[in-house]
């Protein structure tokens, strides 16, 4: 009778080790969509169908498992796609926005595979800060409007310290942002690193980001200084976020012709300062949130400029957005936004004119 009480005991507790063991993984996404009207300089008024104008769309998989001792596996598998149509965000790849394994801890987090740089406001490892809403909703009005926000990268590692008294390093680095078969030194590469400090209602971020561009011809090392503040004051939130950008591309646009984008995009492109100012106020049962860009700078390939080319730029916009949350999980939106860009930022349409949304963000 002992041996058998002994016996059952002993498989109570094996059964009860396995539970304790068993990992977690959740399937998870957001279906945003809505109708865009816009009118950009030099273009026609559209009426379209927009996807993902709060969160853009996606799904995923994601879970960790308990290792003992404090110490967790995690994963995170996602992909991003088109409400509209159904068609992948990214073509090509099977999970698109983000591939990440790691490993976490007291000592802090490790993560490897492919996600957003420290200031692409993409992501598991992105710690961009500083605006109300930071690039949701139309490139006028956002902070694509002004800034150079890096993007997802391939062969990605990242590390995240643990926190002391509210403050955190994170180092991100790349290799082969443009290839994944050619070796390393021909490979362009991405590095970050960043400080992010979170106490009772203050928040502030600061981020430096390289990127050397070895795997384009002509093209001169990008160098990024980010910094962003929030502070919450109760009845409203206010942010701000500045950066300098080096050897960047111009913010926001995309030139049809291969001349001025080799004017401006490479070489030693540009020289700017950018700035954002906004605010989220608690209004009518919902969130009002206003957020405002500066942009203005100086392209530095004189010698590549044509004839009429406007070798110094600058571009501003205002944009403001009103959420209403129906439940947890399901939200209504409108938005609104005007910009003005001037000189060189003028060649391009894209940065002046103005855009109006309306539409429904769930979460599943």
Partial sequence: MKKQYFLAISAGMAIGSVAMAEPSVTMYGILDGGVTVSKLQHQSAKVQMTNGNWLSNRWGLMGQEELGGGNT???????GFNLSNGSEATAGKAF??????????????LGFGRFGGLSSDCGTFSILGGAAYSTSFSTIGNMYGAFYLTDRYNNSAAYVTPEFGGLQGHLMYSNGTYSDEEKWSHNSHYYGAGLTYSKDRLSVDVIYELLDHKGAADQDTTRLL???????????KLFGAYEFAQHAALPGIEFAEEKMAEAYNAGKANN?????LSTSVKAFGGDLLVQGQYVFGKN???????EGWDQKFNAYSIGAGYLYNFSKRT???VQGAWGKAHKALNQAPGLSGWNTSVGVMHRF
Avoid: M, P
């Avoid at 983000?98 to 987090?109: F, I, P, Q, V």
């Avoid at 980010?226 to 409203?236: L, M, P, Q, T």
């Avoid at 700017?272 to 954002?276: D, G, I, L, M, P």
């Fill in 226 to 236: 980010n910094i962003g503040a929030s502070y919450d004051f109760g009845a409203f």
């Fill in 272 to 276: 700017y300062h950018a700035f954002s």
């Fill in 96 to 109: 698109n926005r983000e591939t990440a394994l790691g490993l976490s801890g007291d000592w802090g987090k």
């Fill in 300 to 306: 530095k390939n004189a010698g590549k400029l044509e």
């Fill in 331 to 333: 939200l209504v939106y």
């Fill in 73 to 79: 596996v995690f994963f995170k598998l996602e992909q």
